[in-house]
């Protein structure tokens, strides 16, 4: 149950939760749930809204609550707090904890006025070169213990990537499970994405609404493992850069913090004006992720998340369930 507290404050909890709550996820799955307390707010994962294929170590799951976290705490400095944020204490073993204490101090709102702004942009970019301040940028923003970040920019160093993307590609819609696993997220009708207010819509992925039973059976027969493949090497193409989070470490604290990291990155990209959207299939397939660490000489690092970044027009935004369907 949440706490009572004064008006105000719990007014302003409940708008940190919010801006949490319009982090990414894995297919917009939005795998958390937030309790308020008197001076704190804990973030604890939704494991109903796992994906046991895609993600059967739930390491995309702890990097969207992450991404969560850095947008509560974007949003703390926004509201006049500063907030200390604890990962899984020994009383509360899955929750991540954030703590408040009121403050006159305000800090820059560019990335807080991008939250609403973000959005994973999977359309085609339009291949202007982003200006290496602004890559600089990013680096900076990504900089976080136990997370590593690295950018490609030169063809040379893209191409090994495009084939990595299109093999993982392949393995994943050759996998009848991962298949039947995506097709369960997609709202493919206007009248299913108002109902659930989760997954992935045909608007989002710049794609008509039709009938559902139609969207499913196009998933399921027509789309061919090939067809996505040569469509990520379009879309890379038409990229400018890609860029990668690695973590250091194999344990949940750790992809929390690549979640914080890329939030910042993503949002410091948005007030840059610049797009991103994952190609992030060599991370999700074993086989092809060990290929990539090996390729780019990670050591014992492992890549978690792979983006490509450029300029592009801003699509339909995905949909986030009610404040009161995400509170304990």
């Not at 294929?53 to 850095?70: F, R, T």
Request: net charge negative; proline share 6%; charged share 30%.
């Amino acid at each position: 149950m949440t706490e009572r507290l004064n008006g105000s404050s719990l007014d302003w909890f409940r708008e940190m939760v919010h801006y949490a709550t319009l982090a990414p996820s894995g297919h917009n799955t939005q795998p958390w749930r937030f309790g308020i307390g008197e001076d704190r707010i804990a973030i604890l994962p939704d494991f109903t809204r796992r994906l046991p294929v895609v993600d059967p170590d739930d390491h995309a799951l702890y990097i969207s609550l992450g991404c969560a976290l850095e947008n509560m705490m974007i949003a703390t400095e926004h509201f006049g707090f500063e907030a200390e944020a604890e990962y899984f204490p020994p009383s509360e073993e899955e929750r991540l904890l954030a703590r408040f204490k009121k403050t006159d101090r305000h800090e820059d709102e560019k990335l807080f006025e991008a939250i609403p702004k973000r959005q994973s942009n999977r359309g085609r970019y339009d291949g202007r070169p982003i200006p290496d301040g602004d890559l600089q940028k990013l680096a900076e923003a990504a900089e976080r213990p136990g997370v590593r970040f690295m950018l490609f920019t030169k063809p040379g160093e893209i191409e090994p990537l495009i084939d990595f993307v299109k093999e993982g590609n392949l393995k994943q819609f050759n996998d009848k499970a991962f298949v039947e696993e995506l097709v369960s997220w997609i709202r493919f009708s206007r009248k299913d994405a108002d109902r659930s207010m989760d997954g992935l819509t045909s608007a989002a992925m710049g794609l008509p609404w039709i009938p559902s039973w139609m969207g499913r059976m196009i998933m399921r027969y027509l789309v061919t493992p090939g067809s996505q493949a040569k469509q990520s090497e379009k879309l890379i193409r038409s990229s400018s850069a890609l860029m990668l989070f690695a973590a250091e470490r194999d344990e949940k604290s750790c992809w929390v913090d690549v979640g914080r990291a890329f939030e910042r990155t993503a949002l410091t990209a948005t007030s840059l004006g610049i797009s991103q959207a994952h190609v992030n299939m060599p991370c999700e397939v074993l086989e092809v992720r060990r290929k990539l660490r090996e390729h780019i000489e990670l050591g014992d690092s492992q890549p978690m998340l792979l983006l490509r970044i450029g300029y592009a027009e801003p699509r339909p935004r995905s949909l986030r369930r009610p404040l009161e369907d995400v509170l304990i």
